[in-house]
């Protein structure tokens, strides 16, 4: 750090956070994945400088939203199995209805944002919903599988749940965009299912306007579950790579072609 000469280097995923670097000379350097948050940059040269997302930026998110669309699949399949054959009379009946609104909701709220793209606002909303109704089904499932069954117990795990997910779509926005859409295509596919099996029901009883309308539903909701697929995509070509949030960039030099997913939120000067 006593030169400050970067130019021409690979500097991939390093941090500068915090440092004194002005006038410092980034021409032609990779500095993709480097977080220069807060610092003193009078004058530095970015010129040819190349910004954006390492694989490690992208290959992480991927893995966790993997990890959680896992947890949920195991958790929806064992539910919806258990759903099949369920009647109102039983007392697991409003357990059936709960998953029916809360996979339905979250299934349609990962599509909203490719699905409504004239309203960005309507698509984040839709997401943050989809995110809340997913973890609920998360923890309805697993809490009350670790308490035999227990209802209340359960939905003890759905609100839990549910508030674990507000408080990550709030501080952990970026990487939400993409484990939210992942966990509602898992929801989606799993209410298809749901709706799939009782629009076989209604059709061996004959019951043919109720059955090929559940049956057009559950291939809406496969439509869903794509829709989310691609979002997932979206999500992480939305994550930020190379961050100069809050740094101070007076007189700094860039080349505005070469600034991809960079972050100069709160930056002086720019």
Same mark, same amino acid.
């Given at each position: 750090?006593?030169?400050?000469?970067?130019?021409?280097?690979?500097?991939?995923?390093?941090?500068?956070?915090?440092?004194?670097?002005?006038?410092?000379?980034?021409?032609? !350097? #990779?500095?993709?994945?480097? #977080? =220069?948050?807060?610092?003193?940059?009078?004058?530095?040269?970015?010129?040819? +400088?190349?910004?954006?997302?390492?694989?490690?930026?992208?290959?992480?998110?991927?893995?966790?939203?993997?990890?959680?669309?896992?947890?949920?699949?195991?958790? %929806?399949? *064992?539910?919806?199995?258990?759903?099949?054959?369920?009647?109102?009379?039983?007392?697991? &009946?409003?357990?059936?209805?709960?998953? *029916?609104?809360?996979?339905?909701?979250?299934?349609?709220?990962?599509?909203?944002?490719?699905? $409504?793209? &004239?309203?960005?606002?309507?698509?984040? /909303?839709?997401?943050?919903?989809?995110?809340?109704?997913?973890?609920?089904?998360?923890?309805?499932?697993?809490?009350?599988?670790?308490? #035999?069954?227990?209802?209340? +117990?359960?939905?003890?795990?759905?609100?839990?749940?549910?508030? %674990?997910?507000?408080? $990550?779509?709030?501080? /952990?926005?970026?990487?939400?965009?993409?484990?939210?859409?992942?966990?509602?295509?898992?929801?989606?596919?799993? =209410?298809? =299912?749901?709706? &799939?099996?009782?629009?076989?029901? *209604?059709?061996?009883?004959?019951?043919?306007? &109720?059955?090929?309308?559940?049956? +057009? $539903?559950?291939?809406?909701?496969?439509?869903?579950?794509?829709? !989310?697929?691609?979002?997932?995509?979206?999500?992480?070509?939305? $994550?930020?790579?190379?961050?100069?949030?809050?740094?101070?960039?007076?007189?700094?030099?860039?080349?505005?072609?070469?600034?991809?997913?960079?972050?100069?939120?709160?930056?002086?000067?720019?």
């Amino acid at each position: 750090m006593n030169s400050l000469d970067f130019s021409n280097r690979d500097l991939r995923n390093r941090s500068f956070r915090g440092r004194d670097l002005s006038g410092a000379d980034f021409r032609g !350097s #990779d500095i993709r994945g480097c #977080d =220069f948050g807060h610092a003193q940059l009078v004058g530095a040269n970015f010129e040819r +400088a190349r910004t954006g997302q390492t694989r490690r930026q992208v290959f992480l998110p991927l893995v966790v939203a993997g990890a959680f669309a896992l947890a949920l699949a195991y958790g %929806l399949s *064992h539910m919806v199995f258990g759903a099949l054959g369920q009647t109102p009379e039983q007392s697991a &009946w409003m357990s059936v209805v709960m998953l *029916h609104i809360f996979s339905g909701v979250a299934g349609f709220g990962s599509a909203s944002r490719a699905l $409504l793209g &004239w309203s960005p606002r309507v698509g984040r /909303a839709g997401m943050y919903l989809s995110g809340v109704c997913s973890a609920a089904l998360a923890g309805f499932f697993y809490l009350g599988s670790y308490f #035999d069954q227990n209802l209340e +117990a359960a939905i003890a795990g759905a609100v839990a749940g549910a508030g %674990l997910a507000v408080v $990550l779509s709030l501080v /952990a926005k970026k990487p939400m965009g993409v484990i939210t859409p992942a966990m509602g295509a898992i929801a989606a596919y799993g =209410f298809s =299912f749901l709706i &799939w099996t009782a629009a076989i029901a *209604h059709l061996s009883a004959r019951q043919y306007i &109720w059955g090929i309308c559940l049956g +057009a $539903l559950s291939l809406v909701y496969v439509g869903f579950a794509i829709c !989310s697929l691609r979002a997932v995509g979206h999500g992480v070509s939305q $994550l930020i790579g190379t961050s100069f949030r809050g740094a101070n960039l007076t007189n700094a030099q860039f080349d505005q072609e070469n600034l991809k997913n960079t972050d100069f939120s709160k930056a002086i000067g720019r």
